[in-house]
């Protein structure tokens, strides 16, 4: 089959109250385009009527429409690699499920790519999220970008494009853990980033709890870079050498005021005025290290990432299902 211009990826996961309003907007900014295109949705174990949506939808439109169909729930993150996978566009696109970020904007993103440039990243004008959200992610930006010297302005955004080159790049790894905007951003030649509209979810509730947030970070964080294992080297040294100098000065000071010789023989077996905070600080880098040990442990077991059920596409002979039992696709766990 001839590769379409564009390859739309979209993970789903429980969005059958908002899918109808997707199928209404998404395919006709994409026929308005004048561009061969496909569009890949990927089920990622929805327990409600979304499977059954997306087949409705594979029925109305067999020619542009390809659903991929999970065994079980792995993460938006497996859902968007399993679409790259099975994506044959020269450029691909991703594009949430919820209508936050329009597909109207698509053709945006297609448009600054003709400029040379190989990877776009999208960027919310106003958010219309909670106050909470904002700062947060403002906060893991600023960290992200001195940590892993990955600059992107709104890495919240799922409104990207990616050249063929990069899609190729990300297929070929074989990581467990990682964070796919950053991973391309390292594979880019001419990055770049756009102004993209942010609407309120139209329909269902977010995904994303805050300790799926703080783990997404952990991702980027760890998957990208070791200077957090590095700083905290350095500032356990530096807490160890202020540590032993205080209870020094302590020690003298409490020999001095002591009456006795007996007083002054107890002040040196009294706790370190540090005890907790140094106790609190050894957890922490312990937690640290393990959050690295555990990803080695996760990759060398080599569990595949995700199983899919089926697959719905279009051949030369008509539409078919692809159902021959549980595919397995590269080394990683559920999430």
């Given at each position: 089959m001839s590769a379409p211009a564009v390859s739309v990826v979209?993970?789903?996961?429980?969005?059958?109250?908002?899918l109808e309003n997707l199928f209404a907007r998404l395919y006709p900014a994409l026929d308005a385009l004048g561009l061969g295109y496909?569009?890949?949705?990927?089920?990622?174990?929805?327990?409600?009527?979304?499977?059954?949506?997306?087949?409705?939808?594979?029925?109305?439109?067999?020619?542009?429409?390809?659903?991929?169909?999970?065994?079980?729930?792995?993460g938006q993150h497996m859902a968007?690699?399993?679409?790259?996978?099975h994506s044959r566009g020269k450029r691909i696109v991703t594009l949430d499920a919820d209508?936050?970020?329009?597909?109207?904007?698509?053709?945006?993103?297609?448009?600054?790519?003709?400029?040379?440039?190989?990877?776009?990243?999208?960027?919310?004008?106003?958010?219309?999220?909670?106050?909470?959200?904002?700062?947060?992610?403002q906060a893991m930006n600023?960290?992200?970008?001195?940590?892993?010297?990955?600059?992107?302005?709104?890495?919240?955004?799922?409104?990207?494009?990616?050249?063929?080159?990069?899609?190729?790049a990300i297929n070929a790894c074989r990581?467990?853990?990682?964070?796919?905007?950053?991973?391309?951003?390292?594979?880019?030649?001419?990055?770049?980033?756009?102004?993209?509209?942010?609407?309120?979810?139209?329909?269902?509730?977010?995904?994303?709890?805050?300790?799926?947030?703080?783990?997404?970070?952990?991702?980027?964080?760890t998957g990208f870079s070791i200077?957090?294992?590095?700083?905290?080297?350095?500032f356990g040294m530096l807490v160890a050498a202020a540590s032993v100098l205080a209870y020094v000065i302590v020690i003298i000071q409490r020999w001095i005021l002591a009456e006795t010789f007996k007083e002054a023989l107890l002040a040196v077996w009294d706790r370190d005025i540090l005890q907790f905070f140094l106790t609190g600080m050894l957890l922490f880098g312990l937690g640290l290290i393990g959050e690295y040990?555990?990803?080695?442990?996760?990759?060398?077991r080599q569990r595949p990432r995700y199983l899919i059920q089926a697959i719905l596409e279009n051949q030369d002979s008509g539409s078919r299902i692809q159902d021959s039992g549980i595919a397995a696709r590269s080394a990683a766990p559920k999430s």
């Open positions: 979209i993970p789903v996961y429980n969005e059958e109250q908002g496909e569009v890949i949705f990927v089920d990622d174990g929805s327990r409600d009527r979304s499977a059954a949506l997306l087949r409705g939808q594979f029925q109305k439109r067999p020619d542009v429409t390809r659903v991929v169909f999970f065994n079980g729930n792995f968007i690699l399993a679409g790259f996978e209508l936050q970020n329009p597909p109207e904007e698509i053709g945006r993103l297609l448009a600054k790519m003709g400029e040379g440039f190989d990877y776009v990243g999208g960027v919310r004008r106003e958010r219309r999220d909670t106050t909470f959200r904002r700062w947060a992610s600023w960290l992200r970008e001195r940590i892993t010297n990955i600059r992107m302005t709104d890495q919240g955004c799922m409104l990207r494009a990616y050249s063929r080159d990069i899609i190729d990581e467990v853990n990682t964070f796919i905007p950053a991973l391309a951003y390292t594979f880019a030649q001419r990055p770049t980033e756009i102004a993209v509209e942010h609407a309120l979810r139209s329909a269902g509730e977010s995904k994303y709890s805050l300790y799926r947030l703080i783990q997404l970070n952990f991702d980027l964080i200077r957090p294992l590095q700083m905290f080297s350095l040990v555990g990803r080695i442990y996760e990759q060398v």
